[in-house]
């Protein structure tokens, strides 16, 4: 066999082993998962407007991160679409869990209020006088049966307690509800931010009147 024959057969082997191969590398290609794109991350901004009929005081406030049960423990953004069944949303989530969130803005808000000498973390270095503990029981985006667009609820338990007593003095739950414009998650969180600015405001005031009033009641006559 010539030269030139060894290496024509040589030429259309490599061919004929490349022409099976790469039609299984393309193939390949097309079994991997494309990347995910990155979740858009939402934030709820604090309270900074209140009433005029809040008082002052001159005592210190303890906060707890709210308790909530393990659907609402997490950064995913809720939604009920039935009266047994919870999800999430995709493509969204907190800046961080929807408890810690929160505290973090009520924190904010009671500051924001002018009304109170010192607010934080219960427990820390500061001296508190009373305690607020909190507990989240609806915090979700709910669609009633046809909607096109949601309803946002937002439901916070509070307790005042005295220190170092640890007595409860007052326990009240505040709830709002608000319908957003349509279904875009942008139009759903501004419903989240506007009930959770209603909550807070109240819990604001509550707490602060509620302290009040009862130093006044315990007061000598």
Wanted: charged share 25%.
């Amino acid at each position: 066999m010539s030269k030139r024959n060894s290496a024509e057969i040589s030429r259309r082997g490599l061919l004929a082993g490349t022409g099976t191969l790469l039609p299984l590398a393309f193939a390949g290609c097309g079994v991997l998962p494309e990347p995910m794109p990155p979740e858009q991350l939402y934030r709820l901004s604090p309270k900074s407007t209140f009433s005029d009929d809040i008082p002052a005081v001159g005592w210190q406030l303890g906060l707890e991160t709210p308790l909530a049960p393990a659907g609402l423990n997490s950064a995913r953004i809720a939604v009920v679409r039935g009266e047994l069944t919870m999800d999430y949303y995709s493509g969204a989530k907190w800046i961080d869990t929807a408890p810690s969130m929160v505290y973090r803005l009520l924190i904010e808000s009671f500051e924001n209020s002018g009304k109170i000498v010192g607010v934080g973390r219960s427990g820390a270095s500061l001296r508190t006088d009373f305690e607020l503990r909190t507990e989240m029981r609806e915090f979700q985006a709910e669609y009633a049966d046809g909607a096109s667009h949601p309803t946002v609820r937002v439901r916070i338990n509070c307790k005042l307690i005295k220190k170092p007593q640890r007595i409860i003095l007052a326990s009240e739950a505040f709830e709002a509800v608000h319908e957003a414009r349509d279904n875009r998650i942008e139009s759903i969180v501004k419903s989240f931010d506007l009930a959770l600015g209603s909550v807070m405001k109240r819990i604001v005031g509550w707490t602060l009147k509620s302290a009040v009033a009862i130093q006044s009641d315990r007061s000598p006559a």
